[in-house]
C-alpha cells in the first residue's frame, strides 16, 4: 500500500516538475517573443522616425524647387512680355516703313498733275497728255456715236458708276471726257464768239487750265434733257451722283457759289475714293481744300 502511494506521489511530482518546466519555457518564451516585438516595433519606429526626417527634407527641397521655378517663371513671362512688346514695336516699325516705301513707290509711278488744282491756278503745257487713256463704252455716250476718252486707269471706276445709275433705274450719259490743250482752245474760243469773252470765263476755262486735260474729268448729262447740260440739277440722274459719286471716286468740281466757275451740276472729276469720300463727308468741294492736304492722297487715287 504504501509502495503504491510512494509511487502516485513520484509519478504526481514528475507530472509537476513537467507542468513546472513547461510554464516555465512558456514564460520564457512569451517574455522573448515579446522582447522580439518590443524590439521590432523599437526599429520599426526609428526607420519610420528616419524616413520621415527624409520625407520631410525631400518635401522641404521639392517645396523650395516649386517656389524657385516660380520665380523663374515669373522672371521668364516678364521677359517674354518685354520681348513681346519690343517684337510688335519693330513689327509696328516695319510695316511703317514698308507702308512710307510702299507709297513712295506709288508716287513715283503716280502723275503728280492728277489731284492738282486747274482752275485758274495751275497750268498744264500743251505737251501734256495722259500717260495712258481708253475709250468709254458708245453706250454711255450722248449721243452714242460720240469717242469718249478717259484716263485708262479711271475708267474701271467710271464703268461702275455708269452701271450703277443703270441699274437704279437712271439714264446717265456723258457728254464729254479728255480733252486735249488744242481740242479746249477750240472750245473756248467757240464760246467766246457764241457768248463773249465775259460769259464764256464764267464757265470755261483756257486751255491748259481745264480739268478735262488730266483725262479725270467728264461732263454727265441724261436722256431727260435730250443730251443737254441746262438742267441737269433737276434730273433724279444728279441727286443720285451727289449721294453716291464719291462711292466711285468722284467729285463735283463747281458745286454753288465757288470762287473759280459757275455752278456746273455736269462738271464732275476723279480724286480716288478715299479723298471722295473724305470731300463728301467733310460736306466740302475739292477747291476749298489746301492743296498740301490734297496731295497726300495722291498715292492712294488708284487704290
Same mark, same amino acid.
Given at each position: 500500500?504504501?509502495?503504491?502511494?510512494?509511487?502516485?506521489?513520484?509519478?504526481?511530482?514528475?507530472?509537476?516538475?513537467?507542468?513546472?518546466?513547461?510554464?516555465?519555457?512558456?514564460?520564457? &518564451?512569451?517574455?522573448?517573443?515579446?522582447?522580439?516585438?518590443?524590439?521590432?516595433?523599437?526599429? !520599426?519606429?526609428?526607420?519610420?522616425?528616419?524616413?520621415? +526626417?527624409?520625407?520631410?527634407?525631400?518635401?522641404?527641397?521639392?517645396?523650395?524647387?516649386?517656389?524657385?521655378?516660380?520665380?523663374?517663371?515669373?522672371?521668364?513671362?516678364?521677359?517674354?512680355?518685354?520681348?513681346?512688346?519690343?517684337?510688335?514695336?519693330?513689327?509696328?516699325?516695319?510695316?511703317?516703313?514698308? +507702308?512710307?516705301?510702299?507709297?513712295?513707290?506709288?508716287?513715283?509711278? !503716280?502723275?503728280?498733275?492728277?489731284?492738282?488744282?486747274?482752275?485758274?491756278?495751275? /497750268?498744264?503745257? $500743251? &505737251?501734256?497728255?495722259?500717260?495712258?487713256?481708253?475709250?468709254?463704252?458708245?453706250?454711255?455716250?450722248?449721243?452714242?456715236?460720240?469717242?469718249?476718252?478717259?484716263?485708262?486707269?479711271?475708267?474701271?471706276?467710271?464703268?461702275?458708276?455708269?452701271?450703277?445709275?443703270?441699274?437704279?433705274?437712271?439714264?446717265?450719259?456723258?457728254?464729254?471726257?479728255?480733252?486735249?490743250?488744242?481740242?479746249?482752245?477750240?472750245?473756248?474760243?467757240?464760246?467766246?464768239?457764241?457768248?463773249? +469773252?465775259?460769259?464764256?470765263?464764267? /464757265?470755261?476755262?483756257?486751255?491748259?487750265?481745264?480739268?478735262?486735260?488730266?483725262?479725270?474729268?467728264?461732263?454727265?448729262?441724261?436722256?431727260?434733257?435730250?443730251?443737254?447740260? +441746262?438742267?441737269?440739277?433737276?434730273?433724279?440722274?444728279?441727286?443720285?451722283?451727289?449721294?453716291?459719286?464719291?462711292?466711285?471716286?468722284?467729285?463735283?468740281?463747281?458745286?454753288?457759289?465757288?470762287?473759280?466757275?459757275?455752278?456746273?451740276?455736269?462738271?464732275?472729276?476723279?480724286?480716288?475714293?478715299?479723298?471722295?469720300? $473724305?470731300? &463728301?463727308?467733310?460736306?466740302?468741294?475739292?477747291?476749298?481744300?489746301?492743296?498740301?492736304?490734297?496731295?497726300?492722297?495722291?498715292?492712294?487715287?488708284?487704290?
Amino acid at each position: 500500500m504504501q509502495t503504491t502511494s510512494l509511487r502516485l506521489r513520484i509519478v504526481y511530482g514528475g507530472i509537476a516538475l513537467a507542468t513546472l518546466a513547461l510554464v516555465v519555457y512558456g514564460i520564457y &518564451h512569451y517574455q522573448t517573443t515579446v522582447r522580439s516585438l518590443q524590439n521590432s516595433i523599437t526599429k !520599426t519606429n526609428i526607420e519610420l522616425l528616419a524616413n520621415k +526626417s527624409v520625407t520631410d527634407q525631400k518635401i522641404k527641397d521639392i517645396t523650395d524647387s516649386l517656389a524657385s521655378l516660380k520665380t523663374t517663371n515669373s522672371f521668364l513671362t516678364d521677359a517674354l512680355l518685354s520681348e513681346q512688346q519690343k517684337n510688335a514695336l519693330v513689327i509696328e516699325q516695319i510695316g511703317a516703313v514698308t +507702308s512710307t516705301v510702299g507709297n513712295l513707290e506709288k508716287l513715283s509711278k !503716280t502723275d503728280p498733275e492728277l489731284l492738282k488744282q486747274y482752275s485758274k491756278v495751275y /497750268f498744264l503745257n $500743251e &505737251h501734256y497728255v495722259p500717260v495712258s487713256l481708253s475709250y468709254v463704252d458708245s453706250h454711255f455716250a450722248s449721243p452714242e456715236t460720240k469717242q469718249l476718252q478717259i484716263h485708262t486707269n479711271v475708267l474701271p471706276y467710271l464703268t461702275n458708276l455708269l452701271t450703277s445709275a443703270q441699274n437704279a433705274g437712271l439714264t446717265l450719259r456723258l457728254d464729254s471726257a479728255y480733252r486735249s490743250f488744242g481740242t479746249q482752245a477750240i472750245l473756248k474760243a467757240k464760246y467766246r464768239v457764241t457768248y463773249g +469773252s465775259g460769259t464764256a470765263n464764267s /464757265f470755261s476755262a483756257e486751255q491748259g487750265y481745264s480739268e478735262h486735260q488730266l483725262g479725270t474729268a467728264v461732263d454727265f448729262t441724261t436722256q431727260k434733257i435730250d443730251g443737254a447740260l +441746262s438742267g441737269f440739277e433737276k434730273t433724279p440722274e444728279y441727286v443720285w451722283l451727289q449721294a453716291n459719286a464719291y462711292q466711285y471716286g468722284f467729285v463735283i468740281s463747281y458745286p454753288e457759289n465757288n470762287p473759280s466757275y459757275q455752278f456746273e451740276p455736269w462738271h464732275w472729276r476723279f480724286v480716288g475714293v478715299k479723298l471722295a469720300t $473724305e470731300i &463728301h463727308n467733310r460736306a466740302t468741294y475739292f477747291y476749298a481744300m489746301d492743296q498740301r492736304d490734297i496731295d497726300t492722297y495722291l498715292a492712294n487715287i488708284f487704290d
